[in-house]
Nanobody, 118 residues
């Protein structure tokens, strides 16, 4: 069974870069049928897909975030990371990593709260 766990700072200042890591167990991120995803949910709002990274390291992003988001892999640690540049208060959200296959998110991490504030 695939398990995912998010980690990273809970507080980021405006204009800085948010960096989160997802540690995957139970599957190899480079030899999987899954894509590896980041999703977020701002307070009181619906979920927003941020992007995927494929086992080949190809990436796909939400057009609304593609200029600021970057997803990469650390294959030695079986982790994938999200970097979001130039954050503002609208980036305050609970951030989740998840596996994705055939149009569905199949496993989720527990989520990590990120607040953007000075």
């Amino acid at each position: 069974q695939v398990q995912l766990r998010e980690s990273g700072p809970g507080l980021v200042k405006p204009s800085q870069t948010l960096s989160l890591t997802c540690t995957v167990s139970g599957d190899s991120i480079t030899a999987s049928v899954n894509y590896w995803s980041w999703i977020r949910q701002p307070p009181g709002k619906t979920f927003e897909w941020i992007g995927h990274i494929k086992p080949s390291a190809d990436t796909f992003y939400n057009p609304a975030l593609k200029d600021r988001a970057s997803i990469t892999m650390d294959t030695s640690k079986n982790q994938f990371t999200l970097q979001l540049t130039s954050v503002n208060t609208e980036d305050t959200a609970t951030y989740y990593c998840a596996s994705w296959r055939h149009g569905s998110f199949t496993s989720w991490g527990r989520g990590t709260q990120v607040t953007v504030s000075s």
